[in-house]
């Protein structure tokens, strides 16, 4: 029987919330980057998209990994503050 089912106020060691906050830093941090990248290095965008190859790829990664890195980010901040609740309740 695991710690949670044995005690359902208590919270597990490993409950995924350090996972969430590195993978959603990290993924967040990616899509930053290739938009640092896009903006600076690979000649930026107008209203009708990247200007080269490398730039629409560096847009792709961006506008994928900034707002699910975030959702992420979010989810792992959020559970860090439960169980930061939880704890002190103890």
Do not use: Y
Not at 33 to 56: D, K
Request: proline residues 2%; contains cysteine; charged residues 10%.
């Amino acid at each position: 029987m695991s710690e949670r089912t044995a005690n359902p106020g208590t919270t597990s060691a490993d409950d995924g919330t350090r996972q969430l906050l590195r993978w959603g830093a990290s993924i967040l941090g990616a899509g930053v980057a290739a938009a640092v990248a896009l903006q600076t290095l690979l000649g930026g965008f107008s209203s009708t998209g990247a200007s080269t190859n490398t730039g629409w790829f560096a847009l792709i990664v961006a506008l994928m990994c900034i707002p699910f890195g975030g959702m992420l980010l979010t989810l792992g901040v959020a559970k860090w503050f439960h169980n930061r609740k939880i704890a002190r309740q103890r």
